[in-house]
């Protein structure tokens, strides 16, 4: 992905963005969250000051259509509040600016207040509607079981805490140690996982009476979670061909091309288990020096 004169205008963020279709990518919710997360990364610090103006008006394009698309669905909207602080924080720094604006030329900064204003319009404009009472089952008529069913697949403990705040049930749900010891071991390996009980002085203790919650919180507090599990879909990087994409949209792999490259690949030492390698946001942009 370095940049030279021959292929600069193939791996710039913004051709990048456009070769990779990130603004349809909002509408699908396998990779909603992963271009949210890039967003927000870009919109805070100097990430979108940096950037050419045509990849500027590519991304202001991309959180106009996260606006549209959660006043659509009426989800995430909690995602698109935090994108719109963010932005009104990013107006009011530009605005006090007295020598000129580093966003770009002066038409270029009032294309980009129009879009940032039609943004908070949308979102301020947003009403959550009740389903009608003829659409069933809603989710306080499942059984318990399904109830726990569905939280067993929250894989972010703030996600947990929101719904805890939900609903009673949920929240005696929620509070069952099963649901932060499925969620730990999702998240930490055992060796982390001992780490920890040997640190809070657990690991004689019998399972049923560990706290899961706090043994979680410790877990999170020293090891981080791992970002690549938040997301439903996360980019991909071939080490074979050096290729960024979307698993479940595929890349034109050169070992589909040419069968023998990955015997010669292992031939000269350079084998890897694992040819693909999951791309956080944040690992998205270093690629291109932001």
């Known amino acids: 992905l370095k940049c030279t004169r021959e292929i600069a205008g193939f791996n710039g963020l913004g051709e990048a963005v ?3 279709d990130f603004r349809s990518s ?3 919710g396998r990779r909603f969250n992963y271009v949210c997360a890039l967003l927000r990364l870009l919109v805070s610090g100097k990430g979108i000051t940096s950037l050419p103006g045509g990849a500027q008006r590519l991304l202001l394009q991309m959180l106009e259509e996260v606006a549209t698309y959660v006043s659509d669905s009426q989800q995430n909207i909690n995602v698109l509040r935090g994108l ?3 932005l009104r924080a990013l107006l009011n720094q530009e605005n006090q600016k007295c020598w000129g604006k580093p966003l770009g030329s002066q038409s270029l900064w009032a294309e980009h207040v129009q879009t940032i204003q039609r943004i908070q319009d949308i979102a301020s404009q947003i009403e959550i509607k009740e389903p009608g009472p003829n659409i069933r089952p809603k989710l306080h008529d499942l059984p318990e079981e399904c109830v726990r069913e569905i939280i067993l697949r929250i894989t972010d ?4 805490e929101a719904s805890a705040s939900a609903w009673s049930l949920m929240a005696a749900l929620i509070s069952e140690q099963r649901v932060w010891r499925e969620l730990s071991h999702y998240h930490f390996t055992k060796q982390q996982i001992d780490v920890v009980l040997e640190k809070m002085c657990l690991q004689d203790t ?3 009476h560990r706290n899961w919650q706090a043994i979680y919180h410790a877990l999170r507090k ?3 979670v791992r970002e690549e599990l938040q997301y439903a ?4 990087f071939c080490r074979l061909c050096r290729c960024l994409f979307w698993p479940s949209a595929g890349h034109p792999c050169i070992v589909d091309q040419c069968p023998d490259f990955r015997q010669r690949v292992q031939e000269a030492g350079n084998s890897n288990s694992n040819e693909t390698q999951p791309v956080p946001p944040a690992k998205f942009l270093q690629y291109f020096s932001l």
């Open 157 to 160: 403990y703030k996600d947990l």
């Open 206 to 208: 019998k399972e049923q």
């Open 222 to 224: 020293m090891y981080g």
């Open 26 to 28: 909002v509408r699908d």
């Open 18 to 20: 456009r070769r990779l």
């Open 233 to 236: 879909e996360i980019l991909a």
């Open 84 to 86: 719109v602080q963010q």
